[in-house]
């Protein structure tokens, strides 16, 4: 059944065709979210071939479906569906107050439905350079979704956005073509050099030396866009700056897929090295990134902001936990993408209403959320909590694992991860407190949040701190071993 | 594989390089472009050769390609954009030629130490060419942080493309087919996307000066 693989990647690239013409009709809301829907479907069938009979191939082997990219496509596709029901009530709101104009409102879908096809192009290519392309591709739709608003501040951050991960991506560039190089040598030119499935078949035989420039360059790039410090200026900024639906896809799969990324290029790496380099590189900037987010976080009076260095933190934990590697922490790190990527995407929903709710996003000036709308109160708080990793969320499940193998294999990066979360916690729970808590004045929302995405991702994310199902369980034991090898 | 060809090849790696060296020294808008599109030109002519000496066909294809996106269509698109944005004649004052020219030896210098041993496994003709490759790189990379006006960042942007596509020939004979058309419409919507955007910002800050663009920053 190459159908579903084809209806994945096709349904979305139809909507953007479809939404570039009526996107600014009113309708439009309903049928960015029905293409979503459909794309989640088509995923869903995927998986369940996927289950039922190993990966497979398609297109003369240009595509490929195996358990490592089947959980993501499928997380894709889940929260790209919410998400756009979460955009419904929200951009019927922003078009009131006059900050959507039809014609950014056409942009703005047509270019979501196209940002899924290249990020679910990019995780179900076989083939590396076309994984760049989609990579390179993802971030043009996302430049046009953060400057959507034509703001000062977001034309600001969305030049950043491109020049920054135009430079990072030209990195992974060279990167590809140095992998191409080596594969060259042992595939040759004909044999599909960059396919990813006949280079992890010969990985032991590529040469060393060219493999550890390749892998620099390409961590560089592809690690831009994944938001590691020092390279990671860019993402608070789009985060803050572009409509709410785009910080939730941007933190909950635009990351994932970059770090996807990595991780195809870390197993050839490691294959071909026989040795920690790419473990350690990933470590050494996993671990970088997770402390200088969490003070980072400390300082931000912008809500957007503090939830995208939050977002910085947990990507940094997530490579530290798949440089660690061996199957516990790789298991860890994939469980830890699933939640994040629910988790951080039903806070940002929450924050969406109530900045649009107060009119801002600095934190101090939002107040009492409890009773404006009680559904966004406690949408923030619980995710709040669920990401800074109290149980019985999912984060904590996975950051126990992730620290407790750091513990045995990694022991001097645990005093740091402590401290990294523990500055995280205290200055994101304080100021969130408030935010819910608080007296205010503001009368109670006008209209009908959306709740439902919130909650779902929520009840999900609780659901995998408490009971991972047999087949998701072994979905990711599967992932973990590829990985880890 | 004929010598003469070889030497053709290291040429036009040389003048790639030569032109890389001149837009980092280069303060005038329009001259930048110039030297792009010569960039453009030395590339077309250096993948044709190597092309004809190892009968690639596929880059020959490659070849046109550039030929038509970066010798005639983006620097088409450039001239429009300056013209509308009336700074044909702007000339960038902040940049300390000198103390470039001196970082970007030595960026020079880096590259062929980090390449060296790299280009000796290569199988291609133009391996010794890869250090130059990685070098136009890396030059256009340090254009692009020096520069506070938009039109030399984004001139910087497509000259380290320019500097990927060599490396991509010099290294492999170029990319498959699939993967540099994927390429080329990155860099295609990518500078139709950049081009509108200075018209934005143009229309928000009323310059095209970069440095206004640090309201967003840590407190």
């Not at chain 1, 409102?105 to 350079?129: D, E, I, P, V």
């Not at chain 1, 360059?217 to 831009?224: K, S």
């Not at chain 2, 053709?8 to 110039?34: P, Y």
Request: one cysteine or more; glycine letters at 8%; aromatic letters at 10%.
């Amino acid at each position: 059944m190459i159908d579903a693989l084809f209806l994945v990647l096709g349904i979305p690239l139809l909507g953007a065709a479809v939404l570039g013409l009526t996107g600014h009709r009113d309708f439009a809301r309903d049928i960015n979210a029905a293409f979503s829907l459909g794309t989640l479907i088509a995923a869903g069938a995927l998986t369940a071939r996927v289950i039922s009979e190993g990966p497979i191939f398609a297109w003369d082997r240009e595509f490929f479906v195996d358990p490592l990219n089947v959980f993501l496509v499928t997380l894709t596709a889940f929260v790209a569906f919410t998400t756009a029901l979460f955009s419904r009530p929200y951009m019927q709101v922003e078009k009131e107050h006059g900050k959507m104009t039809p014609n950014r409102l056409r942009l703005y879908h047509s270019m979501y439905q196209l940002f899924s096809f290249t990020m679910l192009l990019a995780l179900l290519t076989n083939n590396m350079g076309i994984l760049w392309v989609a990579m390179e591709a993802a971030t043009l739709t996302t430049v046009l979704l953060v400057s959507v608003y034509r703001t000062a501040a977001s034309l600001e951050a969305a030049w950043k956005y491109f020049i920054l991960c135009g430079v990072g991506i030209a990195q992974a560039l060279f990167g590809t073509v140095l992998l191409y190089m080596a594969a060259e040598k042992v595939v040759g030119a004909e044999g599909g050099a960059l396919l990813w499935t006949h280079l992890d078949a010969v990985k032991g035989q590529l040469d060393p030396r060219i493999i550890t420039l390749a892998f620099a360059f390409l961590f560089i790039g592809y690690g831009t866009k994944v938001g590691l410090v020092p390279v990671h200026n860019w993402l608070p900024d789009a985060h803050a700056e572009g409509p709410t639906p785009v910080s939730a896809v941007l933190s909950g799969l635009l990351l994932n897929v970059a770090l996807y990324a990595i991780l195809r290029c870390k197993v050839l790496t490691d294959g071909a090295l026989q040795g920690p380099l790419a473990g350690q590189l990933m470590i050494g900037f996993g671990l970088l990134s997770v402390v200088a987010a969490a003070f980072f976080i400390s300082r931000q009076r912008d809500a957007k902001r503090m939830f995208a260095y939050s977002s910085i933190e947990h990507m940094g934990l997530m490579t530290f936990a798949f440089g660690v590697g061996g199957p516990v922490a790789t298991y860890a790190g994939l469980l830890h993408m699933t939640v994040h990527s629910l988790i951080k995407s039903a806070i940002f929903f929450a924050v969406g209403h109530a900045s649009q709710k107060a009119g801002t996003q600095i934190m101090q000036e939002i107040r009492g959320l409890i009773r404006v709308s009680p559904m966004v109160g406690w949408g923030l708080m619980l995710g709040t909590l669920a990401i800074l990793g109290m149980p019985p969320f999912g984060v904590f499940a996975s950051e126990f694992l992730i620290l407790t193998t750091a513990m045995r294999e990694q022991p001097w990066a645990t005093p740091f991860l402590l401290l990294a979360l523990g500055v995280a916690f205290a200055s994101m729970f304080g100021r969130v407190q408030p935010m819910v808590f608080g007296e205010t004045a503001l009368k109670p929302l006008p209209h009908q949040p959306a709740a439902i995405p919130v909650f779902i991702h929520l009840g999900l994310g609780l659901m995998l701190g408490l009971y991972i199902p047999p087949y998701l369980d072994e979905w990711y034991r599967q992932a973990a071993r590829m990985v880890a090898g | 594989m004929s010598s003469l060809s070889g030497q053709l090849i290291n040429f036009f790696a040389v003048v790639l390089l030569l032109l890389a060296f001149a837009m980092i020294s280069q303060r005038r808008v329009l001259s930048l472009i110039h030297f792009f599109t010569m960039q453009g030109i030395a590339l077309v002519a250096a993948t044709v050769v190597v092309a004809y000496a190892t009968g690639q066909s596929h880059l020959y294809v490659s070849a046109g390609i550039t030929l038509v996106l970066k010798v005639f269509l983006i620097p088409w698109l450039l001239h429009r954009v300056i013209d509308r944005l009336g700074v044909r004649w702007d000339v960038e004052t902040l940049i300390n030629i000198p103390t470039t020219m001196l970082i970007g030896i030595v960026l020079v210098i880096f590259s062929f130490n980090l390449a060296a041993p790299i280009s000796e496994l290569s199988s291609s003709i133009a391996r010794g060419t890869l250090g130059i490759a990685l070098a136009c790189v890396l030059l256009s990379f340090m254009m692009m942080i020096t520069r506070s006006k938009a039109v030399p960042q984004v001139i910087g942007f497509l000259s380290m493309e320019n500097g990927l596509f060599f490396a991509a020939t010099a290294a492999t004979y170029g990319m498959p087919m699939v993967v540099e058309l994927g390429i080329a419409l990155d860099v295609l919507v990518g500078i139709l996307i950049l081009g509108v955007f200075m018209f934005h910002i143009r229309e928000q800050f009323d310059s095209l000066d970069i440095r206004h663009l640090e309201k967003l920053k840590e407190e």
